[in-house]
């Protein structure tokens, strides 16, 4: 590279005048260019930004104050949970939302929904605009992952409510694992929804007792829906697609499947009813303390038959009906099976569900019950030393152990419902 250095003397004066301005002009083509190029793109600007992609529930939160102003809307939302014993007023006026706003809100919130519906642990959206954290727009309850009721400010700046339908899609999950103590907390640190096991535990305890079957080393796999929202967030569980529990290396598969009449149940690899008539264990997450036969009564020291099965389990757990019936004992008592509940089934069979903390609401005598329904809550009323179910099974009028019951599948598939629920297995096909 060579350099000119140019030593201001009288003799070359004249030539320096000439350079500078040529500089100069140099200069000033230079400062055009920058104005054209700052000029172009500041033109753009607005483009470039209205390209963000920014849903109309998204919390802003660009550093650049002056991006916002092209961005719709130009909202602030703050996501709160309503806390037990507080109403939609209560809740805007803890935001510090003045008094004559919520009243001109939940005026309006009146003509779609009512605020005595509100539940504890609705999320509800507050909007603000952005530019004024006081300045209160609306808000947005959640009524589930369809639909959500909106209260906003009109044109007129008056509010207005609707209900508005949520968009969602499903999303077919897979939880797969080994039981080491039990299925519930194996399930959990599979990363599997506590709704979910729940679900998978009454599903299968029609041919499954889960204190003598399962053993360490059992495997499992669930498929299983959830439903997500337009920002991927599960808002809610769905159906179980298909299952199997692998024990002392048996399977036992079920799949979900709706007949043509409507129905949906779930069925094994043959297209044979998993459902029974009766389950075997009417309460989750329990334990049996006192089987059915001779044992030594815990109060009396007495050794007497024991005519059912004992399950302890904390109490207040929820206890379901083990089969379609009719109730035809519903008794508030503190001796004996303290409160209790008997169910008559069809094909003479007779259940009872004692020591109960109290009953569901709605049973008594002569009310239908379905297979599922939760009848009462786990006590320990009447002759009981701790809580726990007392469940005994009748069958013609005599004490059969419920563990032992032996009952035949349901409906079973046939013709082209047979092979179409062999084309729907095979979309949920599970590994093992």
Known sequence: MFIKINFYTEKNKMSNVSQKSSSQKALTYLLIIVCVIAMNIYSNRKYLINSFNITPQ???????????????????NKLVKVLSGYSIDSLLMKEDISESLVIASSRALKSVFDPRDLKAGSRVTISYDWRDRKKFLGYEIDLGYDQS?????????????????????TKVFN????????????????????????????????????????????????????????????????????????????????????????????????????????????VNGAYISSGFGMRIHPISSYTAFHRGIDFAVRQGTPIY????????????????????IRIRHPNGYETLYGHMVSHAKGMKVGVKVTQGQIIGYVGS????????????????????NPSSIKIPPGRTLEGKELDRFKIEMEKVKLHF
């Open 58 to 76: 998204e919390e802003i939160t660009l550093q650049d104050s002056r991006v916002k102003t092209f961005l719709e809307p130009e909202t602030y």
């Open 149 to 169: 009721v909106v209260v906003k400010r009109d044109k007129t700046d008056n509010f207005i409510a609707n209900i508005v339908e949520k968009e969602y899609f």
């Open 175 to 282: 939880g797969q694992g080994v039981i080491d103590n039990t299925l519930y907390q194996s399930g959990i640190e599979s990363g599997i929804s506590p709704n979910v096991i729940m679900n998978l535990m009454q599903l299968y305890s029609f041919d499954v007792d889960f204190q003598r079957d399962i053993v360490s080393g059992t495997e499992f796999e669930v498929n299983y829906e959830n439903y997500l929202d337009d920002r991927g967030e599960i808002i809610k569980h769905g159906n179980i697609l298909s299952a199997v529990l692998k024990i002392d290396g048996t399977r036992y598969p079920i799949y979900r499947f709706t007949t043509d009449d409507g129905k949906s149940d779930y069925y094994n690899e043959e297209g044979k009813s998993a459902r029974k008539a009766l389950l075997k264990t009417p």
């Open 321 to 340: 009906a083990s089969g379609d019936g009719v109730i035809s004992a519903a008794v508030v008592s503190n001796t004996g099976y303290g409160i209790h």
């Open 381 to 400: 009323t009447g002759n009981s030393t701790g809580p726990h179910l007392h469940y005994e099974t009748r069958y013609n009028g005599k004490f059969v």
